[in-house]
């Protein structure tokens, strides 16, 4: 990474402030960029679920572990929800969606309540482990809420076998102009569901999985309590990489709980943080980290620099971490602040070798919260900060009532925010195709076939606030 004209401005930077400049290039296809990471952490697209309690679930791992990246569960979750979390993800196909099911006396209310924890806003109906209908918003349209879905259930949809090839599936449901194929395992019994975009996914990413073709899943951990204990119990019960995680990453107990951890030898990658400088960096490296996670205070749900005036820019506390951590064989992930797919390449231009990604993924179907309404019907999600009242009230809920009461009193974070699902990208894949779609015509333009040739490559430029607001689309025109 170079600055234009070997320019580096005298203040820091947020990713609002920099533009890249178009290089020379011979890459002619957004396909013959690859986008795997080379941080140890075995995702082939650099995007990481952060670990927030409104993220982070199984249904959220699952999907975006399909597509090639990670999710890190919650670090306030009990190891045995982990262990349950992580057996259900690491039993989930690689190509097949898991289907929302329910038998035929199920009434229509059941399913509309079910329908939306999947993209694929479908219930498939089954009796004795064989699907019998299919149930859509569309089905269930004036029809009254205690009806059985035997009775409304679509009959006629697509049936195909699970070893069908994608590209079969593909055909069949454009040929019966449906959105959604049932797939049949052996003796009839349900094995999957995939849509039409689901088919065309399946040739585009690659999933992330581990030595035993299993998706991949991280759990994080914070920095009190017997530390090392509940990191072997986590890797014991699945975890492919662990999260020590804290809001202020470069502080002596969170060194001393990372070099326990190492000293276990567990054999899977450490991520810690989170910090904002070099000096930082090559401490968590030295006592034990393989990745260190970059940022404080730029993400939605954080009030930090705000209520304390600690922080950093998050473009150039992630260019100067990553190279620190390169000096010394460590990756970094850039943790936040990150609202378009530019800000993810310019991240990775940065240096970075995965971005974290919490509040924007919130507004997805797959993130843990019930889907709402507000009083225009506007579906949403309500998200929270890890570090707010509501977050430190649920991981302090075996303490005295005296010191959760005193707890309460300090936070740093929004405790309800309403996270808006936008219309045109509704389920996390949608997002996971925006923003790749993105950093891989940045690359094309940066001539960078790799993600560590983007960062190579990279020529930067600092612009003005008018020069953001210049390259931001008028939709509605002048």
Known sequence: MQFLDGQHPPYDLTYDDVFLVPNRTDVTSRFDVDLSTVDG??????????????????????????????????????????????????????????????????SVSDALALMHKRAHGAVVVVEGGRPIGVVTESTCADVDRFARLQSVAATNFVKVPSDASPRTIFDALDAAHEGLAVLIGPNGVLAGVLTRTGAIRTGIYAPAVDGSGRLRVAAAVGINGDVAAKAQALVEAGADLLVIDTAHGHQKKMLDALASVRSLDL??????????????????????????????????MCTTRMMTGVGRPQ????????????????SVWADGGVRHPRDVALALAAGAANVMIGSWFAGTYESPGD??????????????????????????????????????????????????????????????????SGVRSTCTYAGARTLPELHERAVLGVQSAAGFAEGRPLPSGW
């Open 41 to 106: 952490s075995g995702t082939t697209i650099p995007i990481v679920v952060s670990n927030m309690t409104a993220v982070s679930g199984r249904r959220m791992a699952e999907t975006v572990a399909r597509r090639g990246g990670i999710a890190v569960l919650p670090q306030d979750l009990p190891t045995t929800a982990v262990a349950e979390t992580v057996a259900f993800v690491k039993s989930r196909d690689l190509i097949a969606d898991t289907p929302v099911v329910l038998g035929p006396d199920a």
């Open 371 to 436: 889907l709402r309404f507000d009083s225009a019907g506007n579906a949403y999600k309500e998200s929270f900060g890890m570090a707010s009242k509501r977050a430190v009230a649920a991981r302090t809920v075996a303490d005295s009532a005296f010191d959760r009461a005193r707890k309460a009193l300090f936070e740093e974070g929004i405790s309800s925010s309403r996270m808006r699902l936008d219309p045109d990208r509704p389920g996390v894949e949608d997002l996971i195709d925006y923003i790749c």
């Open 267 to 300: 054999g899977v990658p450490l991520a810690a943080g989170n910090v904002v400088s070099a000096t930082a960096t090559r401490d968590l490296v030295a006592a034990g980290a393989n990745i260190v996670k970059v940022g404080v205070g730029p993400g939605a």
């Open 315 to 330: 473009f150039s506390a992630v260019a100067e971490c990553s190279a620190a951590a390169a000096e010394v064989g460590a």
